[in-house]
């Protein structure tokens, strides 16, 4: 098993990666603080005043503006390959008040920062309804069913992948590189290392500079969250204690 493309794409916008909005009528994109709420729909957090606070006011008589959100993934380690690029569109709306407030309360569920007690103030929250999503990787764009976007969860293990990976560099190499010769049947002379780590499993890249190759290993079942993992990488890290 692995993640679908509407999982990669829900947890590339979950609000842990940089993101830019793209406006029409602006100079060009716009950095933007943003998270996405149980529903999958984007949170922008934007100061009142600005170049950003222009493009996002709607022409006269409207109440909403077009917008496109650009999400291009970080690899957590050398070597890792990119999980792409999303881009969501739809019509970017101000909120007020109650609506505001429920929103910021989202927003903080995924990105708590202290700005959001001047919401209404110094800040701003717009919320859009995802109208178009499109997944980018590898040269090739394809679209995603924007329901299937919106019912997908963001993957519970990335926003730990990075600190994951390091520990089992760090700490762990040895033991992890012994688990992985045995378990893919690979000679002494390669040292198989974990690039990214998902619910369902991990990569792995092996084989010599000039002829790297990627293999996943799944789990037996998709992990809840670190803790779960810790336990189903056991027999890697302590491979005596496993046996």
Known sequence: MRPSPAEIVRTLVA????????????????????????????LLLTPAAGDLATALTPPAGETDVAAVLDVLDLPPTAGAPSLGRAWLSGWAERLDGDEARRAAM??????????????????????????????????ATRPIDPQAYARAEPDPLHAAEADLLADLADHHSEQVAGYLRRQLGLCGAEAP????????????VHGRPDAIRRTRVGFARPVADVAELSRVLHPMVCPRQAA
């Open 15 to 42: 609000g842990r990666l940089p993101a830019l909005v793209h406006l029409p009528g602006s100079t060009g994109p716009h950095q933007v603080r943003h998270a996405v709420d149980p529903d999958g729909r984007v």
């Open 106 to 139: 989202d927003f903080a569920a995924t990105r708590p920062t202290g700005d959001l007690l001047d919401v209404g103030d110094r800040f701003r929250l717009h919320r859009f309804a995802v109208a178009e999503v499109r997944w980018e990787r590898a040269g």
């Open 193 to 204: 290392r974990v690039v990214r780590i998902d619910r369902y499993g991990l990569l792995v």
